[in-house]
């Protein structure tokens, strides 16, 4: 048996993230669609020949996308949402193709965008499909059959890489009909597939990887019946490649018997994290001998080097399970940055714990030719990746012996605030004096071109601090006038200083670093820069204290503190292997409750603490998730429970489904949350009336991901709904998130309309007026 080394997928962004700018280029019509589809095709072409040049016997293809694979996947089976198919009838162009594509993928003046949601529990966003008991499905597989030849004119092994029809399924959301299940579809979409395997086979694939994630998941047995019966069909197929399953993120649990007795012909699983227990779930199952096992041991979503010895006494525990054993990530790359060479000011000790994408495919041939090889082989390669585990676990930077001890006294009554809530809510009105139906937004408005020029100067030297803060302050200023002259009720600094939610607090924390060019996708053009959790975290300063003091000292109105919350600061970095995550929570909340001190002390009487990813991290196996929320909650309340009354504390969630954390955010006992509701249609609000949440809730009606601007007729209406299922004077309106992607142009028309329908809805729906 030969093993060869593969993974599931690489970044899409490019190095230097040309990707992202030619798409916007082309929104912005500074490029055509065809100088757009020129430079996704290069950067194909240099990621097919980087991953082949890096030693892998066998790419992925069909995981690049221009925006999201699972709006790829959409596209391909034709599940096309009719308001798109209306505002961009004619596709038979290349531009009339991205129009439309792009129209579902973020709206336009015409129409609305698909929803969009968290990839399992990664800080990816997919756009979800929208089907219904009428939808047809029709191939269009003119994406992957191109990817496949440019892969062959390359010379290049491939296996096309594409979303499998039980996860499609389970992951679209019903158009119209809230009780119809897309999964009751799954005999309409078999037949497309079973089209799409003979188009491949045509072209020449050898084998084919359809992935099916859901089945890490908590799956009903009807569920696991149709995923049998659609891979019995499928496996049925003459003339067809070879068919692998894909699933990653988790343990397959129940699934395992059911995948491993498919007649499929091959597997690909995570045996990392809580997919390592993967290893055992499959240890016995009669149908895997003589199928081939892509065995994903090096962690696709973490930057730290593998401990090779251990990956390979995995592998050794496979090679007599199997017919043909590989060697793979144990997800796709696209959640790591690309390359640890491209950090320069990193020190060279630490440089070398870590491991972006391309170091990771350079541990994957290592270990695949010791299979082949043996140890020997790579003994010197071993001794290297030994050394490095080793200093990284006696290095001084992972421990702080003074932090520790902190955490170690930190008590119960630190997690609750001082009163109940009603007696807070009337300390907060009495002092606070907002009307019903206030109006604010969540935090950040547009980073200018002015502002990211400012920073880039500072790093560069060509201006000083002083400069650079006189910069911020002006922006600040400008910021607290426009929301005064709109009438917005609660304010906020605009965030001009920070150039991410996460970053710009690793940057000022002990135990964080930054990357220069360590991007990830986020969504569709949004990259982001994870920081590195090295070692144990506190705050050695005030962070935000000054900037939220100029802001208040420029208006009577309140100012809002802005922090970002102890979860998201883990969900959004890459954190640390070697401690509990909850243990490194704890660090970040007992930093962060520094940093509400000290702005309660400087006046700011309104502080938000964002918890967007409080849903993401959510395990997803239910077993695991009380454990999970018992220390998530906590840490937000160690970060926030601390304050006064009359202090009012919010916290912000968004594009995540919420009606299974209810009770998780109902104990946070934040005294107001805003949520993300508009590409939803307020179905949240829905979720947190059915469980009786208790408090004061902002549900989003200005979909900000969206370059369209929502008139004051849309806001009225989304806050009416809202008003039908939570008391009026229990509701505020706001955006869906932060300002910072859009432009100063529509954030104005858009906040005018707002306040409008605010203005509205108070008079029709409070008793107050």
């Known amino acids: 048996m030969t093993s060869i080394a593969t993974t599931h997928g690489y970044p899409r962004q490019g190095r230097r993230r040309e990707l992202k700018r030619a798409i916007e280029r082309y929104w912005k019509g500074g490029v055509d669609a065809a100088g757009l589809l020129e430079t996704a095709a290069t950067l194909r072409r240099q990621r097919l020949e980087r991953l082949r040049d890096a030693g892998l016997g066998e790419v992925p293809v069909g995981d690049f996308s221009l925006y999201d694979h699972v709006l790829d996947t959409a596209w391909m089976v034709g599940a096309i949402p009719p308001r798109h198919a209306e505002a961009v009838p004619d596709t038979t162009t290349d531009a009339g193709r991205l129009d439309r594509y792009f129209a579902m993928a973020r709206g336009d003046d015409r129409v609305q965008p698909l929803e969009m949601t968290k990839w399992f529990d990664t800080n990816y966003h997919y756009l979800v499909p929208e089907l219904s008991a009428g939808t047809e499905f029709s191939l269009d597989p003119t994406k992957i059959i ?37 999964i009751s579809l799954l005999d309409k979409l078999i037949p497309v597939y079973v089209e799409l ?31 049998r019966e659609a891979y019995a069909t499928l496996a049925a197929v003459p003339n067809r490649p070879k068919i ?44 895997l001998a003589g199928k081939r096992l892509i065995a994903g041991v090096v962690d696709g979503r973490n930057v730290w080097r593998t401990d090779l010895a251990a990956a390979l006494g995995k592998l050794g525990t496979l090679l007599g399970l199997v017919d043909r054993l590989d060697v793979s990530s144990s997800s796709s790359l696209l959640h790591v940055p690309i390359d640890v060479t491209d950090e320069p000011d990193l020190d060279p000790t630490v440089a070398g714990w870590l491991a972006f994408a391309d170091q990771k495919l350079e541990e994957l041939a290592i270990l695949a030719r010791a299979l082949n090889e043996g140890r020997d082989a790579v003994a010197g390669e071993l001794t290297v990746n030994a050394t490095r585990l080793a200093s990284r ?36 009105h009495d002092q606070l004096k907002l009307p019903a139906f206030p109006t604010t937004t969540i935090g950040s408005f547009p980073q200018t071109t002015t502002l990211r020029q400012a920073r880039a100067d500072l790093r560069a030297r060509k201006i000083d601090n002083a400069a650079y803060d006189r910069a911020m302050r002006d922006e600040i200023a400008e910021v607290i006038k426009l929301q005064t002259e709109l009438g917005v009720d609660v304010l906020v600094h605009g965030e001009p200083e920070r150039n991410d939610m996460v970053q710009y607090f690793a940057d000022q924390l002990v135990g964080f670093l930054s990357t220069r060019n360590g991007w990830v996708q986020s969504y569709g053009t949004r990259c982001v820069r ?40 883990l969900a959004w970095s890459f954190v640390r292997d070697d401690q509990p995550l909850g243990d490194t929570a704890r660090q970040v909340a007992l930093a962060l409750r520094d940093e509400v001190t000290d702005l309660e002390n400087a006046g700011i009487r309104v502080i938000q603490v964002d918890e967007p990813a409080l849903r993401e991290t959510l395990p997803l196996r239910r077993a695991d998730r009380p454990a999970y929320l018992d220390w998530a909650v906590a840490a937000f309340q160690l970060t926030t429970a601390g304050v006064a009354d009359a202090t009012q504390i919010h916290t912000h969630m968004c594009y995540a489904e919420f009606g299974d954390i209810v009770d998780a955010i109902v104990a946070m006992d934040a005294d107001v949350i805003s949520l993300e509701a508009a590409r939803s249609r307020m179905e949240v609000v829905g979720e947190l009336s059915d469980a009786g949440y208790p408090r004061e809730v902002g549900p989003g009606v200005w979909d900000i991901h969206s370059p369209r601007v929502p008139p004051v007729e849309e806001m009225i209406e989304a806050l009416r709904l809202a008003g039908q299922t939570l008391p009026a004077e229990r509701l505020w309106a706001n955006p869906d998130c932060g300002l910072k992607t859009r432009g100063y142009a529509e954030v104005e028309q858009s906040l005018r309309h707002l306040v409008a329908a605010a203005k509205q809805v108070r008079t029709e729906l409070s008793p107050a007026g």
Do not use: C, N
């Not at 520790?404 to 809510?425: F, G, I, K, M």
């Open 244 to 287: 692998i399953v894909g699933s990653y993120f988790d343990r397959l649990g129940d699934a395992a018997p059911v995948l491993a007795s498919t007649p499929v012909e091959g597997l690909a699983v995570d045996l990392v994290g809580p997919g390592a227990a993967s290893l055992d779930d499959l240890a016995g199952q009669p149908g």
């Open 530 to 569: 994870p920081p590195i959790i090295v070692g144990d975290v506190s705050r050695p300063r005030p962070m935000t204290v000054d900037w939220a003091s100029y802001a208040q000292s420029l208006t009577d109105r309140p100012v809002k503190g802005m922090l970002t919350g102890p979860v998201t600061m």
């Open 197 to 227: 395997l003979g188009r491949l086979a045509e072209a020449g694939a050898e084998w084919v990887q359809l992935d099916e994630p859901v089945l890490v998941t908590d799956l009903e047995p009807a569920d696991l019946a149709r995923f």
């Open 393 to 428: 676990a006696t290095s001084p930077i992972v421990r702080d012996q003074a932090v520790r001890e902190r955490l170690a006294t930190v008590a119960d009554d630190q997690l609750r605030r001082r009163s109940a809530y009603p007696v807070r809510a009337q300390a907060q």
């Open 146 to 182: 191109d990817e496949l030849a440019e892969a062959a004119e390359l010379g290049v092994a491939a296996r096309p890489v594409l979303v499998g029809p039980v996860t499609f399924l389970l992951l679209a959301k019903a158009a119209d009909d809230p009780d119809f299940a897309p």
